[in-house]
């Protein structure tokens, strides 16, 4: 909320009480009120600070500030606390309010407020709480591990393990249990571990929350760094000479971030070419950018009814019957195909596959790439297992969807989602390792025919438009027709 001095139509009591009791509860306001009382943090009492106090009494809120000023003042006027936070009674004890201490270029300094949801009592949660249907999943942070400690330490724990051959089923899920272990005991609990290989610490700490900018550079954080000393000392001495040299590193560091920022896209644009991929570009465009999506919480009244129709969307009640294949077409006397999976395959299918997110057994490649051989050769054992005894574990058939809000759509619409599939990542590579098999036999075996070109390893679609137009140049200088067929499949 934002009352500018001069308003118009002019700031009005019963205005802003009428606004506060429109809001559903519990409610959470902050902004900047420009009102001025001694009770959170002003030098002087105004109209409208005694009017604003007697909304928050009318309104039954409570106010957060603890008389910490909120601007940075000059060397004439001292810092004020004009910027108020007040919430409802029920959620006022699990609120942790603070303010930062770099203003970041303004002459506010930003207010931080943390909602313990988790101790918050049901009542006053109504409003906040998922559908009985949703569920939130644990997901360990992949980037707070320490990856040295956790090879050592599975590769101890996989040594020991025995693999049962007549229920491969339960040793894939003790293998799994084993990962995930190893997962939560490698995990950075402070900051005060040491930093090994690309791991980062765990904790609330700034520079570990958000990658930085692809322009930001130690010019600018020495910038930075300079702006905050410069406050600091213009806090513990208001003087003239103090204000001004804040005032001066303050305006040097707007420019170094603007002239930086500028000359990084520049240099960025300058190294593109035609055979820059498109998806190297788009992940660019979203560094630079820097966008995140807002979260969007899930409710247990009408206005989630699109929580229903997007699962009805994706999940139909009702679906074709399977396929079901004939398995006596299938060749029982090639023994390539029949083979057990090798240590080689293995490898190269861990090797091909990019580190995304993992589906509901929370086993990732990262956590497969970061395993010696012959931990490799354990899980290879059960794979085989598996495979011969043609068992497929339930979390490869299941997925978890994930819907993401549309940039500037309606958050009640079930249309205005982008659904996301997380699959197991060990489901994916077993099927990375009958595609690579499969792959070969087609390929040696000359199956297919040699004019397609689609969906085939050292081929592309451009060699079919090379060959049109060789068989157009050919026919336009034989003086002769060319007939061509295209068919959409």
């Known amino acids: 909320m934002y009352i500018p001095t001069n308003c118009t139509p002019s700031f009005k009591k019963n205005k802003l009480v009428n606004l506060i009791d429109s809001l559903p509860k519990p409610c959470f306001v902050s902004g900047d009120f420009y009102a001025h009382h001694t009770i959170w943090g002003c030098q002087s009492v105004s109209a409208r600070g005694r009017d604003v106090l007697d909304s928050i009494n009318d309104c039954n809120l409570v106010l957060l500030n603890d008389t910490s000023p909120t601007t940075v003042g000059t060397n004439i006027w001292r810092p004020n606390g004009l910027d108020l936070t007040i919430v409802s009674p029920s959620i006022a004890l699990n609120c942790n309010w603070t303010v930062h201490d770099d203003p970041l270029g303004s002459y506010h300094l930003p207010t931080i407020t943390d909602i313990l949801y988790n101790t918050v009592s049901d009542s006053s949660l109504n409003n906040f709480t998922s559908q009985d249907n949703i569920t939130e999943l644990k997901r360990p942070n992949l980037r707070l591990i320490n990856w040295a400690n956790y090879s050592k330490l599975a590769n101890d724990l996989i040594k020991e393990f025995y693999v049962n051959c007549s229920d491969p089923l339960q040793s894939y899920y003790d293998f799994c249990t084993i990962l995930n272990k190893v997962v939560d005991l490698s995990m950075f609990r402070t900051k005060s571990h040491n930093v090994n290989n690309n791991s980062k610490p765990a904790g609330n700490h700034p520079k570990y929350r958000y990658s930085p900018l692809p322009w930001w550079n130690e010019k600018c954080a020495m910038a930075v760094q300079k702006s905050k000393e410069a406050f600091i000392a213009f806090k513990q001495d208001p003087s003239e000479s103090n204000y001004i040299n804040f005032k001066k590193f303050q305006a040097e560091k707007k420019l170094i971030i603007k002239l930086e920022r500028t000359d990084s896209w520049n240099k960025y644009c300058s190294d593109l070419n035609r055979s820059t991929p498109i998806s190297k570009i788009w992940q660019s465009m979203r560094k630079f950018n820097k966008s995140y999506s807002k979260n969007t919480k899930l409710h247990n009244n009408s206005e989630s009814s699109w929580i229903n129709n997007f699962l009805r969307k994706y999940t139909p009640d009702f679906v074709s019957q399977p396929l079901h294949l004939n398995n ?7 023994s390539y195909i029949n083979n057990p999976f090798t240590i080689d395959e293995l490898k190269a299918a861990i090797k091909s596959r990019r580190d995304t997110t993992f589906g509901l057994d929370c086993i990732s490649y990262k956590m497969l790439q970061n395993i010696n051989t012959d931990s490799l050769h354990k899980f290879l054992h059960i794979l085989n297992l598996l495979w011969d005894k043609s068992i497929i574990p339930k979390e490869w058939k299941q997925d978890c969807l994930v819907p993401v809000l549309k940039a500037e759509k309606d958050p009640n619409d079930a ?44 081929r592309s679609a451009r060699e079919s438009i090379g060959h049109l137009f060789h068989d157009i140049n050919t026919a336009i200088n034989s003086n002769k027709h060319l007939i061509c067929i295209f068919l959409i499949l």
């Open 415 to 458: 249309d205005s989602y982008r659904p996301i599939a997380l699959t197991s990542c060990s489901g994916k590579l077993f099927e990375q390792l009958i595609k690579q098999r499969l792959e070969f036999y087609i390929e040696s075996n000359h199956i297919l025919p040699r004019n397609q070109f689609g969906f085939r390893r050292g």
């Open 328 to 334: 006596t077409s299938i060749n029982p006397t090639n």
